[in-house]
């Protein structure tokens, strides 16, 4: 259109009816004189809607057209010598090159040959991109149908379960974090078929409890196998389940996939912790808490972190004491926490307060909240500016005055977590927890000075320290040591890693005697070197045993760092003696008293016997790339948490 005919966009020219004019008088009385070089505002407005849209339609083809960058680049930015050149004069005339010209010539050639070097680096890399798709259609060609739809589901299983997570995490208000394959979940078949066999019958034996607490008992803490019904602990209050938190893992490891799905879906649709009850913190956290963190490293399913995290900041109040050393029981709706009434004056116990240690740094991790981790390391603080009686750490102290309740010291019921706890503290940290390895070792000199003795007959025992005099008793408890003298070993001071490895297996050797002298060839509670006793129990309180791991579980360590395989051998009485004498119709039942002829069942399946009995058969007839230990750490309930490696903490920051 005429130039003209654009100016009534800008401005009206002067005249009769213009803006200029008068408003309320002469022709037209305010309106726009009509005439062929001015417009009704409808149609300027048409005209700026074409304006718009033709302005609209050139910068988007700059900017959203394919390779919008390389055409923004060569557009706006192009650097090239050409470019850089100014326009000739007006007229066309062309301007005389100025002095020095010479080597700005050959600047724009040496420009010229680097496109030429860094179009040959791109084609490069274009062939070495073809040769690599080339090779991965070839190798997708040569797989069979099968195994193209299993890694086809493989990959949309964890795209899902990416999603699901992400949306999970953030309804839950959990930091988003990246969850990597576990190494070591699920290890090779064992290579000696006769080691296969025994592996296939422990799973099997871990069906058997599994299918029949399912059938009498699910949804509820424990099974009684002989009642055939549910069994529930005060240990626990109103919370529920404890036997399918603590059996997650063990379900996992033993590729129990169909369990392992119903066991998962009653956690998200059933474990509810806002119940007013009061429970015991030490055992919800090693089961519960635990049994959460375990399932959740191993199988990355959300709904495990969640709930794992909501349980750990509902124990928080139990650290609301003058010193903050927990209490032993808590109400977790109130947050009223005491102690136990027969604990020494009303003292918090070193088992107890001492075995939080690891689930709540994991907590931290996992949820982003350093309270946990706060928690658990000022516990360290108060022990450390205390007087140890020859640096023994009493199993009694008091949350209010911070001072040790009766001094009696035990590595068995009472005191035995504690230690295991400052091992694998060190060994979680990736070997950076110097304190906690300070303290371990300074411990166990202690306790190899002040406890351990050698009976007449040369069996090897921890006794119990109480003021000054010792009782020559160890606990079936006790009999874990073997197994955390063993892991400690590599790390202990002043070449003493052979001396560590020879405890282990000298405890060992006295906890398979505390089985071979009994009658059912399975261990009592407590056994005595006294009154020319070795290795048996005389009390008739300490001759039951409930399905208890402590002995196996050392088994396990000393295969793992030995293979000697009298371990093996003694691992398997312990399965052909819990099938002979435990196992009944509706699972398996602890037994009343091992040393008589006539079997007498207690009727409760513990929840531990699936979480760690079992699990530590299954690891001791599995090959060492199952759950290794270069990778992982076993609460004290058996739950694999994963060492925390030094680089672990980067890779997350380089994720966010």
Request: proline share 6%; glycine share 10%.
């Amino acid at each position: 259109m005429p130039a003209v005919s654009l100016l009534p966009l800008f401005g009206s020219p002067a005249g009769p009816g213009a803006l200029g004019g008068p408003l309320g008088g002469g022709p037209g009385g305010g309106r726009k004189a009509s005439g062929p070089s001015a417009f009704r505002l409808t149609e300027k407005f048409v005209l700026l809607l074409v304006f718009s849209a033709f302005i609209t339609l050139c910068f988007g083809a700059i900017f959203f057209l394919p390779d919008s960058s390389k055409l923004l680049s060569g557009v706006f930015f192009h650097s090239s010598a050409a470019a850089l050149q100014q326009p000739p004069p007006p007229g066309g005339e062309q301007r005389a090159p100025p002095p020095g010209a010479g080597p700005a010539a050959g600047s724009s050639s040496s420009s010229s040959a680097g496109e030429a070097a860094a179009a040959a680096e791109n084609l490069a890399k274009i062939r070495e991109d073809h040769e690599r798709a080339l090779r991965e259609a070839k190798e997708t060609l040569q797989k069979l149908p099968e195994e193209l739809r299993r890694d086809i589901r493989q990959d949309k299983e964890k795209l899902l379960q990416d999603r699901r997570g992400r949306k999970e995490a953030g309804a839950a208000g959990l930091p988003s974090l990246l969850f990597r394959k576990p190494v070591g979940a699920v290890g090779r078949e064992p290579a000696d078929p006769d080691v296969q066999q025994k592996r296939a019958k422990i799973k099997e034996m871990m069906k058997h409890s599994w299918d029949n607490y399912k059938r009498f008992a699910w949804g509820l803490n424990e099974l009684k196998p002989i009642s055939k019904q549910g069994h529930s602990s005060n240990l626990f209050g109103n919370i529920q389940g404890a036997t399918i938190v603590d059996a997650l893992d063990t379900l996992y490891i033993m590729e129990m996939k169909d369990e392992f799905k119903e066991a998962k879906e009653w956690v998200e649709k059933n474990l509810d912790f806002n119940v007013n009850a009061e429970i015991s913190v030490f055992e919800v956290n090693i089961r519960f808490v635990g049994g959460l963190l375990s399932a959740y490293y191993l199988s990355g399913e959300e709904i495990f972190r969640k709930k794992a995290v909501e349980l750990g900041e509902k124990l928080l109040p139990a650290f609301n004491t003058p010193t903050g050393i927990p209490w032993a029981l808590l109400n977790i709706k109130s947050g009223i926490g005491r102690n136990w009434p027969w604990a020494s004056g009303g003292s918090s116990i070193l088992a107890e307060f001492g075995t939080l240690h690891l689930e709540f740094i994991h907590l931290s991790h996992l949820s982003g909240n350093p309270a946990f981790a706060e928690k658990v390391m000022n516990i360290r603080k108060v022990l450390n500016r205390l007087d140890k009686p020859e640096g023994l750490f009493p199993n009694y102290l008091n949350p209010s005055s911070g001072q040790w309740g009766q001094h009696h010291v035990s590595v068995g019921g009472l005191g035995d977590s504690f230690y295991e706890y400052l091992l694998k503290a060190w060994l979680m940290s990736d070997k950076t927890d110097e304190e906690g390895k300070k303290m371990y070792y300074d411990a166990v000199q202690s306790i190899e000075t002040h406890l351990i003795r050698k009976s007449s007959g040369g069996l090897t025992y921890i006794a119990e320290w109480k003021g000054g005099l010792l009782e020559h008793k160890m606990g079936h408890l006790t009999c874990f040591a073997g197994g955390m003298f063993a892991l400690g070993a590599d790390g202990a001071p002043n070449d003493k890693t052979g001396r560590h490895i020879e405890l282990g297996a000298e405890i060992a050797r006295t906890c398979h005697e505390s089985y071979d002298r009994t009658s059912m060839k399975l261990g009592p509670e407590a056994f005595r070197f006294d009154g020319g006793v070795e290795a048996i129990a005389t009390r008739q309180n300490e001759k039951y045993y409930i399905l208890r791991p402590e002995v196996i579980e050392t088994y396990m360590y000393m295969w793992r760092f030995t293979h000697d395989p009298k371990y093996r051998q003694w691992g398997w009485e312990a399965v052909e003696a819990l099938e002979q004498h435990c196992r009944v119709d509706g699972g398996y039942s602890g037994i009343r008293d091992v040393y008589s002829n006539h079997q007498s069942h207690d009727d409760v399946q513990q929840s531990f016997f699936l979480s760690e009995t079992l699990k530590y058969l299954y690891l001791l007839f599995s090959e060492d790339d199952l759950l290794p230990f270069e990778h992982w750490i076993f609460n004290t309930e058996a739950h694999p948490l994963p060492v925390l490696h030094r680089d672990d903490g980067k890779k997350e920051e380089k994720h966010k």
